[in-house]
Nanobody, 113 residues
Framework: VQLQASGGGLVQAGGSLRLSCATF????????MGWYRQAPGKQREFVAS???????YYVESVKGRFTISKDNAKKTLYLQMNSLEPEDTGVYYC????????WGQGTQVTVSS
């Protein structure tokens, strides 16, 4: 199943970005989905997730700033990121939960101070 993240870019601290993850997954509407990120020199970490019923979970560092959502008709996952901080810099990936073993192409987010 393809997972194509997009929407990253270079933004100043305090700015916003909206990431999208397009899938071709016929089971998208019943899956839990998540966003993950990998900062330079660090392991990939969980950022946010959403269940099929719409329950959301966030890592503590992004609570109140990031919002995960999904459009089942478009089979697309989103991550609205506000009040970005330099510590949010990294490559952002999407994946179902439990994760596919092979990760799709991520999108680079760079936040300058």
């Amino acid at each position: 199943v393809q997972l194509q993240a997009s929407g990253g870019g270079l933004v100043q601290a305090g700015g916003s970005l909206r990431l999208s993850c397009a899938t071709f997954d016929d089971l998208f509407s019943i899956r839990s989905m998540g966003w993950y990120r990998q900062a330079p020199g660090k392991q990939r970490e969980f950022v946010a997730s959403i269940t099929s019923s719409g329950d959301t979970y966030y890592v503590e560092s992004v609570k109140g700033r990031f919002t995960i959502s999904k459009d089942n008709a478009k089979k697309t996952l989103y991550l609205q990121m506000n009040s970005l901080e330099p510590e949010d810099t990294g490559v952002y990936y999407c994946n179902k939960i439990p994760n596919y073993p092979v990760w799709g192409q991520g999108t680079q987010v760079t936040v300058s101070s």
